[in-house]
C-alpha cells in the first residue's frame, strides 16, 4: 500500500527521535527541571530480555522503590551514548522525554554466539530511574548494529501503584572506602564481595581498598577523585571463589559469577541483575563492580550494567580499569582477533562507542583532536615488543606512543574496517599505563555528565 507522504515523514521523524546525538536531544534537557517531575526516590525496573539471534523480546517483571535518587539531576532528556538501548521516562499524553539513560546488555552480546542460533534464552537486566511524582510512561528499546530497533516495550508506571514494593535493605553491612562528598553530588560506585566467605570479609575490605587506589591511580580518574565515592558492600558467600564449569566446579556464591561465559575460559560473568540489585537495596548507588575472589584471570564489563573483576590475578589492577572503562564510559576493545573473527561492527554504521570509528561519521568521534596531516590509517610506530622487560627509555617510548592520536586501523575485534584513536592504549593491551587521550576526554565527559548540576 503506498503511504501517504506525510505520514512516511511523520514515521521518519519519530524514527529518528529515538537516535539522536547529544547535540540533538541537549535542546530539550535543559526544559526538565529535576523537581518540578520527581521526588527524590528511586525507581527501581526490573525486565527480563529474551530471544535468540535473530528475535528480540522485552517483558517488564517488577518495580520497587528506594529512600534516595543518586543519580543525576541536571541533563535530564539528555543521552550522551547511545548504547545498544536505552531506557526513557516520558510523560503520559505528551510522550516528552522526562529522563533518559542507555545500556547494554549481555543478552545482546549472547545473540552473537553460536549457541543463539539454535537456544532462544532469557536474561535479567535493572534499571534505575528517578521516581516521578506523577504517572508515566516507561519506553525500553534495544537496537542493533545498525541503531535499528530490534525490540521494544512502553509501559505504564504509577508512583501510587500499591504493588512498587518498597526496599528497606538488605541487612548487609557497607563501608565507605572513598567518600568526596554527597550522593547527589558525586557518581556512587558500589563494589560487591563474590566469592567470599564470611571469615574472608577483610580480604574483601582491603581489596576494595586496592582497587579503589588501581582506578584513581589511572587519569583521567586521578584528576577527577573528588567527583567519585566508592562504597564496599559485604555480601558474604557460602563458599569461596566463583564457579568453574569447565573443572565441574559449582559454588554458593552471593553474586552467582562464573567462568566460561558463553563458553569462554576467561569470560567471567553474572546473570543474577536482579538479585545483584536487590543485594544493593541500602546503598545510593550508580555503577555495580563484582569484585570475585579469584587468583584467575577473568572479568567483563557491560555499558551501564556492570563490571565484574577478580581479586588475585597479577594483572588485577589493569583489568579492573580496562572492564571499568567499558562498563563506565562506553569504550570499545582496541584489540582485534585476527583476519577470521566474523563482523561485530558493521561497514555502513558508525560505532556508538567514543574510541572506534568506521569512518562513516568519523567527524563526530576524535577527528577535532588529530593532528594536521595526520593520514588515515595511520602508520604504526615501531616500539618495543611488550612481552619483555624495558628500560626507562623504553618505556618514555611506549608511553609517548599511548599520547599519538591517529586512525590506526585495527579495533573491536576486527583486523580490517574499524579503527582506534591511538597505536597502544589502556583499552587495547594491559601492558600500558595509560588511557590515549581520546579515551580519556570520552571517561572526562561521561563523568562531566554525570555530575553536572
Known sequence: MKKHPFILTAILLAW?????????????????????????????????????????????????????????????????LNGNGQIAVLEQGTGRVLYV?????????????????????????????????????????????????????????????????????????????????????????AILADGYAESEMPKFLNDCRRATEALFGHEPFASMKQKFNVVAVVSPSLD????????????????????????TDRYLMTSEIHHIYDLLADVPFEHVIVMVNSSTYGGGGIYNQITVTTSDHPTFKPVLVHEFGHAYGGLGDEYDYGDDMAQQYNSETEPWEPNLTTLVDFQSKWADMLPDGTPIPTPKADIPNFRRAYTADEWEQIDAATQRVGVFEGGGYQTHGVYRPAQECRMKINEVSNFCPVCSRAIRRITEFYTAR
Open 16 to 80: 529518528f527521535s529515538i537516535f539522536t546525538t547529544t547535540t540533538a536531544s541537549a535542546q530539550t534537557a535543559d526544559d526538565v527541571t529535576f523537581d518540578d517531575y520527581f521526588d527524590g526516590r528511586t525507581l527501581r525496573l526490573d525486565y527480563i530480555f529474551a530471544g535468540d539471534s535473530v528475535k528480540q523480546h522485552i517483558f517488564f517483571h517488577n518495580a520497587y522503590s528506594t529512600a534516595q535518587w543518586a543519580g543525576r539531576r541536571s541533563r535530564l532528556a539528555e543521552k550522551l
Open 101 to 189: 539513560s542507555t545500556f547494554s546488555t549481555l543478552f545482546q552480546e549472547w545473540q552473537s554466539t553460536d549457541e543463539a542460533k539454535h537456544v532462544s534464552r532469557s536474561f535479567q537486566s535493572s534499571y534505575l530511574v528517578p521516581m516521578p511524582k506523577q504517572p508515566v510512561d516507561i519506553r525500553v528499546t534495544l537496537t542493533d548494529t545498525h541503531r535499528r530497533i530490534t525490540a521494544s516495550l512502553t509501559h505504564p508506571i504509577d508512583p501510587a501503584d500499591i504493588l512498587i514494593r518498597p526496599l528497606e535493605g538488605s541487612g548487609l553491612p557497607h563501608e565507605y572506602v572513598l567518600q568526596s562528598g554527597n550522593v547527589t553530588d558525586c557518581v556512587d560506585i
Open 240 to 263: 569461596s571463589g566463583p564457579s568453574i564449569p569447565r573443572s565441574g566446579e559449582w559454588r554458593q556464591t552471593a553474586c552467582g559469577s562464573h567462568y566460561d561465559t558463553f563458553y
